[in-house]
């Protein structure tokens, strides 16, 4: 199991954090209530992580291919992942991971392919994923990029379909309530394996170069990233909407994986010293970052 500095005291030693409900990071407030996904782009699925050695990718993928079908937009090299994130001041999103809340939640804007080729017309999707006990909740609505920064960083409404309101005025009341602001970035390379026939509903995801950077929070900024995780270590992720199939368990179990509570987000929070560091301890100047 990947252990984490933990501090039990965390949110409660935080400075108070202005539209947060105070420093304390529990005061409940009905802004705050976690609110069940709506049909419109919602996904509920339990998730399992493993952190392995990236020599041993190949080979697994291979075993993966026997079983579960190509994502369609992997291709035989992957597809990148760029993702900003959010939070308070005080990181009140960072501490409610860590200290293991049962119910917590983060927003953040996502692009999928090349960050290069972003521009203001460029889809992307703005993201609430939250945890409900051990149930994984995403919702998440898909914007040109200029107006996904209009309301995540300008606060400003945005054009939206009528079944898109109700989300899209959460985002609008978090950013402007707890007053959040970018905080950390992410990037990663993924390829991708979807169940078929017994299996489906299963996803599969191999997560390789995972990199991230605290500044220059444009997804298409030509900036430098430093790796959050050793690039000599890869993310495995299996998302299941119900149960995990015995062949995969048994694979795993064959393989020696051990399940990790890893959050590429925090990684990058922790990478650039505004929190303590995990166990990684990524070196600072990274010859290998990009």
Known sequence: MLRRLRRSSAIADSPADPGDGGGDGRVPDSGHALRAPSRLHAFNRYEIKYLVDTGLVDG?????????????????????????????????????KIEGLKFRRKLRIRHYGDRFKVTADTPVFVEIKQRVNRVTQKRRVCLPYADALRLCDGREPVEHTEAERPFVEEVLDLVCRLDLRATAMTGYQRHAYVGRDADVGLRV??????????????????????????????????????????????LTAKRNLQVVRVSKYCQSVEAFGRAPRSIFHVPDHDPHSA
């Not at 090299?77 to 501490?95: A, C, N, Q």
């Open 60 to 96: 697994l993928r291979d075993e993966m291919e026997r079983r579960l079908d190509r994502d369609a937009h992997s291709g035989d090299e992957g597809y990148g992942i760029w993702s900003v994130y959010y939070d308070t001041r005080g990181l009140r999103f960072y501490w409610e």
């Open 205 to 250: 995801t191999f997560d390789q170069r995972v990199r991230g950077r605290d500044r220059d929070f444009h997804i298409g900024a030509d900036a430098q990233n430093r790796f959050i995780v050793p690039p000599t270590k890869s993310i495995i992720e299996v998302k299941a909407n119900e149960r995990v199939p015995y062949w995969l368990t048994d």
